[in-house]
């Protein structure tokens, strides 16, 4: 037991000269503060209404919230879901009409804007458990399973239609982008990922490019693929060369934390979160990065990062734990900088 106390300390010290010692430039302000919200539980997803003020969160153990305030304030929406306890993975509205996934296999529906909800039966031969869900416009729906089956609907969810012929295995991410519906995805043990796009019948199967397993992958607002590999390295697809990459980028050498979710708030800049309230940001498009020191203090692993638009963003961390992008500490930050380097 003392050699274990010995080894864990010995660790602890290691990681703190290491944090210590990070040769990354700091960010001069912190945007992003703590919200209150109203639950201990990990909230796995957040979407907005068209009006832009009727927030949605959903997360583990049943959990769902309601702003109506565009985000600054939340409470739980108390619905009877049965004495299951159900990770919901997935939120998403179209105009009043919004849809619900989780795990074990549930969809929740709504027209009026959350008021009321109604549970859409799902076939027991689903091919895996709800992952996501895209609502494609009135009556409309796109629901994506963990094995990556992909359904869709356009009668409210009465009935449904295969987009693909058969699965692509267990996943351990799924990422869509939205302006064409392709997907990519990364296998449960990182050893591949597979793109999907419309009109293809099946999934593409990829050999990873490195010896390093991959842990997220994604697209820009261009829609080029972005991934995020294991030990803290990312790369880019080259714009000009379709399926080629480009050089690997380790944002922070000295960091042992690995990264999880990659999202761009504008064309050039993006933020990169990881564990241990590890965030960084770039505002060059991934040449030069720096550290948001202020949000290491959170205990929390940071596993998503959305932006609604450039003004509205948020981070989804473990156990309850909300971060919410100030655009007026961001402007007035940006704007000292600026005048500070010039």
């Known amino acids: 037991m003392a050699n274990w106390f010995k080894r864990l300390v010995a660790f602890g010290a290691i990681a703190w000269l290491c944090v210590s010692c990070s040769s990354l430039a700091s960010l001069s302000y912190n945007p992003w503060e703590q919200l209150e919200i109203p639950t201990d539980n990990s909230i796995l997803d957040i ?83 709800p992952l996501s869900v895209v609502a494609a416009g009135p009556d409309r729906a796109e629901m994506a ?22 699965a692509v295995g267990v ?39 490195s010896s390093r397993r991959l842990e997220s992958m994604g697209f820009t ?16 697809a080259d714009k000009e060369n379709e399926g080629e990459w480009l050089e690997p980028i380790t944002p922070e050498y000295e960091a042992s934390w690995g990264f999880l979710d990659l999202t761009y708030r504008t064309e050039d800049e993006l933020w990169l979160s990881g564990g241990s309230g590890n965030l960084l940001v770039s505002f ?34 473990q156990d309850g734990i909300v971060l919410r992008y100030n655009s ?6 940006a704007a000292a900088q600026a005048e500070e380097a010039g």
């Open 47 to 129: 979407t907005f209404s068209d009006d832009g003020e009727t927030g949605w969160m959903v997360g583990k153990d049943s959990t769902i919230l309601k702003s109506n305030d565009g985000g600054d304030t939340w409470e739980t929406l108390g619905l009877d879901l049965g004495d299951l306890s159900y990770n919901l993975f997935s939120v998403d509205f179209y105009g009043e009409e919004g849809w619900i996934v989780g795990k074990p296999s549930l969809m929740l529906h709504t027209t009026d804007n959350g008021e009321h909800w109604s549970e859409i039966p799902l076939s027991a031969k689903l091919p895996g458990d």
């Open 145 to 166: 399973t963990d094995i990556g089956a992909i359904y869709r609907t356009r009668d409210g969810g009465r009935n449904w239609k295969a987009a693909v012929e058969g």
């Open 171 to 209: 996943v351990r991410s799924l990422n869509r982008y939205s302006p064409n519906g392709s997907y990519v995805s990364v296998s449960a043990k990182g050893n591949y990922y597979s793109t999907w796009s419309p009109g293809q019948q099946t999934w593409q199967p990829i050999n990873r490019n």
């Open 221 to 236: 607002p261009q829609g080029q693929l972005w991934m995020i590999e294991r030990g803290g390295q990312l790369q880019f």
């Open 284 to 317: 060059d498009g991934g040449e030069t990065w720096e550290k948001d020191r202020d949000v290491e203090a959170v205990p929390s692993n940071l596993y998503q990062v959305r932006f609604f638009s450039p003004e509205k963003g948020f981070i989804l961390g």
């Open 328 to 333: 007026q500490i961001a402007a007035a930050g």
